[in-house]
């Protein structure tokens, strides 16, 4: 029986969003200015399943990279995913490729100060003891604990900040103020939260003893509103497949449709992590991985130069992927959203998402333009045996 591997590339776009200019995001391409910006840009095993392809059929551009020094020989198909979803966040992208389409607004917080409305600040050190807040304002969540770190260790504050997403983050030292205690935190947050139709609140650890030092541990947990229907995740387990939730995504899915739930940060671990899943997991199973590094390290910082390290390394491993594949198993390797980091701001990109489907009995063809991610998660649920709500599967082989 076939497995299913799922590589998520986060906020990997390749532009040419239809709806782009809805969102101000008017010629963003991630992957496009990545490579116009580093034309030696090697990443062989990609082309060689149809990236470029892919990126220049979603962009209309035409770009040539090299496949030279590719080491996989596996048959594959390819082709872009325009999102059907009316938001650009990590959730909406999640749970589309997962069969269930985001229709209904995501509530946002104002990004300057204050960003959080007092009934809501005040009932959250109501819930949870603490006597007040840090932060209260949009920021990027590696510079705010450093401007902040020091006054919270001295203040036992909170640090609490949103983004571009519908999101309610909060930053406390893991020895100082308590790993316990702010996850206890996060779950009064998540319920005060509630009645703004807020996506996520994001419990974010840190440590280190002074600015400058603060580093985020591993430690980080996301408590998400769940779907509200079964997505991939669960019709897999509701049949008795075993789901490989690594790194992220068992958050992303509020733990939905997961049996085994495998942590794991870096794009190194996380490539570890997914490997071992796959020498483990048993026939039939779902096994999905989400890169968050290039969204959260690379696009938000808008570093252009390391997200193409990124996508070099992540290229470097996929011989030792393709080498731990089975006979009957398909891959996809495929995005949730954009983050051009070529772009102003720290915001996500609407763009389409690539897909690279392959394995040894994929018949090799462009699947073109999809209208929806969920094609994607029809397709997985076509090759499982099982059967989703929303997409349009691009199989077209029965085993």
């Known amino acids: 029986m076939a497995r299913v591997i799922i590589l998520m590339m986060d906020s990997f776009g390749i532009g040419g969003a239809p709806d782009a200019d809805r969102f101000g995001d008017a010629g963003a391409d991630t992957f496009g200015h990545i490579a116009d910006k580093f034309s030696g840009l090697h990443i062989p095993n990609l082309v060689r399943l149809g990236l470029v392809k892919a990126a220049n059929a979603a962009s209309g551009c035409h770009r040539e990279l090299s496949d030279e020094g590719s080491a996989i020989d596996m048959p594959a198909k390819y082709g872009h995913c325009a999102e059907a979803s009316i938001a650009k966040d990590t959730t909406s992208g999640h749970w589309e490729l997962a069969g269930v389409t985001v229709t209904e607004p995501w509530g946002y917080f104002k990004p300057d100060y204050p960003s959080f409305p007092p009934a809501l600040v005040d009932e959250i050190c109501q819930k949870s003891g603490v006597s007040g807040i840090l932060g209260n304002k949009a920021a990027s969540g590696t510079v705010i604990i450093q401007e902040l770190g020091e006054e919270h260790i001295l203040s036992g504050k909170p640090i609490c900040y949103t983004s571009a997403d519908s999101c309610f983050q909060i930053a406390a030292h893991e020895r100082y103020f308590g790993l316990e205690r702010l996850y206890l935190l996060c779950e009064a947050a998540f319920e005060a939260v509630k009645p703004y139709h807020i996506g996520r609140v994001i419990a974010r650890p840190f440590e280190g003893e002074k600015a400058g030092e603060f580093f985020r541990t591993k430690n980080r947990h996301d408590y998400s509103v769940k779907p509200p229907r ?89 011989p030792e992927f393709a080498a731990e594949m089975r006979h009957d198993d398909v891959a996809f390797i495929t995005a949730d959203h954009g983050n051009d980091p070529t772009m102003s701001g720290s915001d996500h990109t609407r763009e389409q998402i690539p897909v690279l489907m392959f394995g040894s009995g994929v018949e090799p063809e462009n699947v073109g333009k999809r209208k929806t991610y969920a094609d994607i998660g029809q397709t997985a649920a076509e090759i499982l045996g099982l059967e989703l709500l929303e997409g349009k599967s691009f199989w077209g082989k029965k085993r």
């Not at 490539?271 to 199973?285: C, F, H, I, Q, V």
């Not at 991985?289 to 696009?299: A, I, Q």
């Open 230 to 318: 079964p997505t991939l995740l669960d019709i897999a387990k509701a049949a008795g497949r075993k789901v490989a939730a690594i790194g992220k995504i068992s958050d992303i899915y509020a733990g939905c449709g997961v049996t085994d739930k495998i942590l794991a940060s870096g794009l190194e671990e996380l490539w570890n992590k997914t490997l071992e899943a796959m020498r483990l997991m048993p026939d039939g199973s779902l096994i999905f991985t989400n890169f968050v590094d290039f969204d959260m390290l690379y696009g938000h910082r808008r570093d252009t130069e390391g997200y193409a390290r990124a996508l070099e390394y992540f290229d470097s491993r996929l």
